[in-house]
């Protein structure tokens, strides 16, 4: 079975600097997906990047980045310039490759709160 | 519609009563999950639907709790005899085939009184 931690139940980062948010996993398996899921108090998840396991090169989206380490199993966010719309519980999630039906469920961390200061 | 849709969006009801919650997928995605999340709490897995296949159902906390999914499309998560500690967020999400992305809904809110 996976596990997702996410060891920082709350973080709070001034508008415009940089925030970093802790993930790590544990698996046994060699293929997989990880995602980070941002859930603003409107209650929808929303999906802000996704990393294959295979790709050793990390994912990026605009003012997000990742910084996967395999072997070490961690998957931090890095959101760049904060901004006040970021303020939301954002959970870290891993997905076995889909190539394999059986059991492709979403396994979740429990989630870090970040709120966004003016 | 063009996204996940649930209903109903909240619904209270009393210590005893059945529930039904449903979700209508986005068309064409062949997987539907539901999740559970209780108050500030992380998302805690309930039943996956996969194409035809049989679903996994290793989440569902007890036997009050059952799901199904007609003709591969719209999916309702049915709980019986409801408890207090019921009360949470029940989030559907869908997904494609070939995709790794989940598409959620906005969840329906679950209030046993």
């Known amino acids: 079975a996976q596990t997702v931690t996410q060891s920082q139940p709350e973080m709070s980062v001034q508008e415009a600097e940089t925030v970093t948010l802790s993930c790590t996993y544990d698996?046994?398996?060699?293929?997989?997906?990880l995602f980070w899921y941002k859930q603003p108090p409107s209650r929808q998840m929303i999906l802000v990047i996704r990393q294959e396991a295979y790709k050793q090169q990390n994912a990026t989206e605009n003012r997000f980045s990742v910084n996967f380490q395999k072997a070490a199993k961690s998957f931090s966010l890095k959101i760049s310039d904060s901004q006040l719309g970021d303020t939301a519980m954002y959970f870290c999630a891993f997905m076995k490759h889909i190539e394999d039906n059986a059991g492709n469920m979403l396994t979740f961390g429990g989630g870090t709160r970040l709120m966004v200061k003016p | 519609g063009a996204g996940v849709s649930q209903s109903p969006s909240n619904k209270v009801t009393e210590k005893g009563k059945d529930v039904e919650l449903r979700c209508d997928p986005i068309s064409g995605h062949t997987a539907l999950y539901w999740y559970r999340q209780s108050l500030g709490q992380g998302l805690e897995f309930l039943i996956y639907f996969q194409g035809n296949s049989a679903p996994d159902k290793s989440g569902l906390p007890s036997d009050r709790f059952s799901a199904e999914r007609t003709g591969g499309s719209v999916s309702t998560l049915t709980i019986q005899r409801t408890q207090q500690e019921d009360s949470a967020v029940y989030l559907c999400?869908?997904?494609?085939?070939?995709?790794?992305?989940?598409?959620f809904g906005e969840g329906s809110r679950l209030t046993v009184l």
């Open positions: 698996t046994s398996e060699s293929n997989y997906y």
């Open positions: 999400a869908s997904r494609r085939t070939g995709s790794g992305e989940l598409f």
